[in-house]
């Protein structure tokens, strides 16, 4: 089968597409034909030989996909050769033609979804959700900040918590970015690039705050967060790329909390529970995963750029 291999740790042209022998599976194991391969930030940090977990080399890169089962090995759950799935991770890593899981990191895809929404669903929504529902605790009736709105976890986030019956204000960097939030059901839109949009979302709400915001770029907006919250206030942090200098006492007044998160640290359960609930959200049509750009395999390397982008907008995915 052909993959993309990572022989050193380095530049994206460090992914090179090659030829490599067939996976084979063993008991409690599922093998599954890719379809389309999602592509995140995270694979951009393990690849550069930057993140606190390094996988030994060669390796693989990809966690989330969307395909056919093509073999079930002994005790590895109801799954069937061709079931349509969506993966949460993989044993093999998914930007390939194909990838080992265990039955956990396998859910069933609903037809009303294309392979590459169902690639799109793992990373991306899952941490939204985690990061609107359980660490946030987002309620109906709340004003929920989405800072980065048009990115892949962003656009989860404003389609989850429109359907939760919250208040959407999203922020984003382009006029392409503000259509497309602005589709997606935010109540408010706001370009992170003027200098008064902080100003803009404080009159949004009468001057008190908003409830919630879920931060993709600490580094550069936590320290104004604290200033846009209302009293009791939470700031989840999901993304940043540096250190950050920031007021306590922007906190203090206000009873607010930072909560960080990282998708690794959800247990099991949670796990289990989170895409369930996506999968059904999805079903309903709830949830309508949106694609930014689909490229080939071997344009691996112009996807890790592409996704660090700031003018990113809705999910980047690889098709073998």
Do not use: W
Not at 30 to 47: C, D, K, M, S
Not at 73 to 88: C, E, H, N, Q, T
Not at 261 to 267: P, T
């Amino acid at each position: 089968m052909k993959a993309i291999r990572v022989e050193q740790f380095g530049e994206p042209k460090v992914m090179q597409l090659v030829e490599v022998v067939d996976p084979q599976i063993s008991a409690g194991q599922v093998l599954v034909q890719i379809r389309a391969a999602g592509v995140n930030p995270v694979e951009t940090y393990i690849r550069a030989g930057i993140y606190a977990r390094k996988p030994q080399l060669p390796y693989t890169p990809g966690t989330d996909g969307a395909g056919i089962v093509s073999a079930v090995g002994p005790d590895a759950g109801s799954f069937k050769p061709g079931d349509r799935v969506f993966l949460s991770g993989s044993l093999s890593g998914t930007y390939g033609e194909l990838a080992v899981c265990t039955p956990d990191q396998v859910h069933d895809l609903p037809e009303v979804a294309n392979f590459a929404q169902g690639a799109a669903l793992g990373i991306p929504y899952a941490t939204a959700f985690r990061g609107l529902f359980h660490r946030a605790q987002a309620r109906r009736g709340e004003v929920v900040l989405v800072h980065g709105a048009s990115g892949g976890v962003g656009t989860a986030a404003v389609q989850l918590a429109r359907g939760a019956g919250m208040q959407v204000f999203g922020s984003v960097g382009s006029p392409e970015g503000r259509e497309l939030v602005h589709t997606l059901g935010a109540d408010r839109v706001f370009d992170h690039t003027d200098p008064s949009y902080r100003q803009d979302i404080l009159d949004a709400t009468d001057g008190r705050g908003v409830d919630c915001i879920l931060e993709m770029l600490a580094n550069v907006n936590l320290g104004e967060d604290l200033r846009l919250l209302a009293p009791r206030g939470r700031v989840v942090v999901i993304g940043s790329r540096g250190n950050v200098e920031l007021n306590p006492r922007d906190a203090m007044v206000r009873d607010a909390d930072i909560r960080g998160m990282i998708l690794a640290n959800a247990s099991p359960e949670e796990l289990a529970t989170i895409y369930k609930s996506l999968g059904e959200h999805l079903a309903a049509g709830r949830i309508q995963p949106i694609i930014g750009r689909e490229l080939p395999l071997a344009s691996a390397a112009e996807a890790h750029r592409a996704v660090m982008s700031q003018k990113a907008h809705g999910k980047i995915v690889l098709i073998p």
